[in-house]
């Protein structure tokens, strides 16, 4: 980053870093060990959940959710060493506006309080503008579309027309709602305005860009040591979203590559907070959700296509034979059949 950063860090903190974990194809046994060290090394980041389960099929079948009373105790117990607890739609699969409600009621039973932050998820029809209604100007719309995405429903969650519908909730509820993400760890690189609130998007207070490692693979080569050594020479904004359900576990130990870049980045002056908590603070030393609109905001949509183009030769595959969700899910089919 060329510029100044928009702000600085508490108690001398030269950067700051969190992760927002997608919780897709998680289960309790496989991210414990990764939430264990995190937490060893100093790190509290943001974990989603699904509150409700979800019993026809889907890609996601397998995955733990609020209604497995052990999984349950173990995210109460996250949150209170001080790890956030997340939104990322009320189940693995779309939910109409009723279940919706249910999955806000069943959250606040098991965590005391509403979440503050949600991600998207998938396809699912509820999603907030998402699809083609994630970008404000038409032009962006339009190349969307002509890309492959006419083939996609857009989510529905932001129109009240829609069984869908629950932005009313969101606006209550929720403080922050991730929108594009990127191939950069410093979000500051994509846009100085971190978060953001745009016109015409009721029902979202504000919104929050980020990067994004759909998988192992990717999260060790996005906390490479040359890019973690860029980020604190840039005093910058690091919020990663990932799948710590997609092979972060090796023989039944946190990846090396992980335990390697997440140590060297705890021995740095960084400010390791839950991505609410960084926001919080950007809020209050801005005075607000900074407002984003005409070249800035048409800037970060384009960027985002930009980064899809040229972040392609970046896509990793990782292994997934030991993936106790695929196990559970092919036990229930088979059980299921026999
Ligand atoms: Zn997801």
Known sequence: MSSRPPVSFPGGKQFAFSIFDDTD???????RPIYELLERLGFRTTK??????YYGHSDYQGSDTLADPEYASYVRHLQ???FEIAFHGARMETSERAEII?????????LGRHPQAYAAHGRNCDNLYWGADRFRFRLWRWLYAALGGRHERAGEGHRPESPYYWGDLAEQHLRYVRSFTYDDLNVWNITAA?????????????????????????FIELLSPARQAQLEHERGL?????????GFLHDGRVHPGVVEVLTRLSQRPGWFQPVSTLLD???????????LKGYALFRLEALWFWHRFHGRDKHRTYEKTESPYLR???????????
């Open 102 to 110: 249910a999955a806000f009621e069943r959250y606040k039973q098991i």
């Open 48 to 53: 989603s959940v699904w509150p409700l389960p």
């Open 238 to 246: 690091a919020i990663v979203g990932t799948h710590f359900g997609k």
């Open 328 to 338: 559970r899910a092919s036990e229930r089919r088979a059980a299921r059949s026999g």
């Open 281 to 291: 603070y950007l809020v209050e030393a801005q005075g607000g959700a900074v407002p």
């Open 80 to 82: 209170e060493r001080g």
């Open 194 to 218: 971190v978060p953001y609130r745009t016109a015409g998007t009721p029902g979202v207070r504000a919104f929050f860009p980020s990067s994004f490692a759909d998988n192992v693979e990717e």
């Open 25 to 31: 194809v998680a289960t309790l046994e496989y991210i």
